[in-house]
């Protein structure tokens, strides 16, 4: 099994900074991709930004310019860099990661169990 464990969320101030950063550990034997997704109240799951293991990004048009995701591949590590931060940012965070456990298999995603961001105005 893989399990994704992430860290960082707290309750912040608009325009400031938060690091959430997420590390997986189990049985895998190639990851294709990890990322965050974010829930609000009331929302649906959206997806915030995600990286592939050749380091090509992709990031919602919310937080373009304000978010940066980095991944440290010796560590299986995924961060996101929060600035800027805003009260319509306040969610459930989750991390996610596509990969294989075993190289005949398929491509599985894997949850994080999800960190909190508030962001007071």
């Known amino acids: 099994q893989v399990q994704l464990v992430e860290s960082g969320g707290g309750l912040v101030q608009a325009g400031g900074s938060l690091r959430l950063s997420c590390a997986a550990s189990g049985s895998i034997v190639s990851i294709n991709s990890m990322g965050w997704y974010r829930q609000a109240p009331g929302k649906q799951r959206e997806l915030v930004a995600g990286?592939?293991?050749?380091?090509?990004?992709n990031y919602a048009d919310s937080v373009k310019d304000r978010f940066t995701i980095s991944r440290d591949n010796s560590k299986n590590t995924v961060y996101l860099q929060m600035n800027s931060l805003k009260p319509q940012d306040t969610a459930l965070y989750y991390c996610?990661?596509?990969?294989?456990?075993?190289?005949?298999?398929?491509?599985?995603?894997?949850w994080g169990q999800g960190t909190q961001v508030t962001v007071s105005s």
């Open positions: 990286i592939t293991s050749d380091g090509t990004t």
């Open positions: 996610y990661l596509d990969g294989i456990q075993r190289w005949w298999g398929q491509v599985q995603r894997w």
